[in-house]
């Protein structure tokens, strides 16, 4: 099992530009996330999704969107990035379950918008 | 809304020596998941241990316990033995009780001495 895969590991863009990040898990999770770890500080939900055409915004959803049009793929989308979504981007899967079940991580992809 | 605080932003201990981390939480779930992750210098997020939040005992992974004081809301790791290898940020983080949300406190830079 390759696990939580996320592409790419680094990239650079342009202020207004856009892009997508993509992660895929082979592990047939039902949860998936996407995390922002700024400088020094703890990791922040962005979006999640509980299943394939469910999605749902966590704590900084603005200037992100989503779509899961199967299982294995959850990709987020900057559709014009700006200097402050600098960050290095966490996506995440686990089963389906309530409190008690673990988030099993990408390697993130470290983003650098000038 | 929950909350997870850290109020260590940095610490040392002696290679071989104990330590512990500190996190409190708030949260008005009835149930909800507490965990920690470590982040070496690589950058990668690492489970180390889970408590849910109606466990009797405080939970132990190998050199790792987790000291679970629900009137309180804290959920402090403990390393035992530190190793030069234990040096890196640890996240103490919540999951609440639908598990879709997983928020994480800002983290402690661990340092050990040799």
């Known amino acids: 099992n390759a696990g939580v895969t996320q592409t790419p590991k680094f990239q650079v863009l342009k202020t207004g530009q856009s892009m997508t990040l993509q992660c895929a898990q082979d592990?047939?999770?039902?949860?998936m996330s996407w995390y922002r770890q700024d400088p020094g500080m703890g990791l922040r939900l962005i979006h999640y999704?509980?299943?394939?055409?469910?999605?749902d915004q966590g704590e900084v959803p603005n200037g992100y969107n989503v779509s899961r049009s199967t299982t294995e793929d959850f990709p987020l989308r900057l559709l014009s990035a700006a200097p402050s979504q600098t960050s290095v981007y966490f996506c995440?899967?686990?089963?389906?379950?309530?409190?008690?079940?673990?988030?099993?991580f990408g390697p993130g992809t470290r983003l650098t918008v000038t | 809304a929950q909350k997870i605080t850290q109020t260590q932003p940095g610490m040392f201990v002696q290679e071989k020596e104990a330590v512990t981390l500190d996190c409190t939480y708030d949260?008005?779930?009835?149930?909800?998941?507490l965990f920690w992750y470590k982040q070496p210098s690589s950058g990668e997020m690492i489970f180390l241990i889970y408590?849910?939040?109606?466990?009797?005992q405080n939970a132990t992974e190998g050199r790792y316990s987790l000291n679970f004081q629900k009137a309180r809301k804290s959920a402090n790791l403990v390393i035992s033995a530190s190793q030069l290898g234990d040096s890196a940020m640890y996240f103490c983080?919540?999951?609440?009780?639908?598990?879709?949300?997983?928020?994480f406190g800002g983290g402690t830079r661990l340092m050990v001495k040799p």
């Open positions: 995440a899967s686990s089963p389906l379950g309530l409190a008690g079940t673990e988030q099993y």
């Open positions: 592990m047939n999770h039902e949860y």
């Open positions: 999704s509980v299943g394939a055409g469910i999605t």
């Open positions: 949260t008005s779930d009835p149930s909800y998941g």
């Open positions: 408590q849910g939040s109606y466990d009797q």
């Open positions: 983080a919540m999951r609440d009780f639908a598990g879709n949300m997983l928020t």
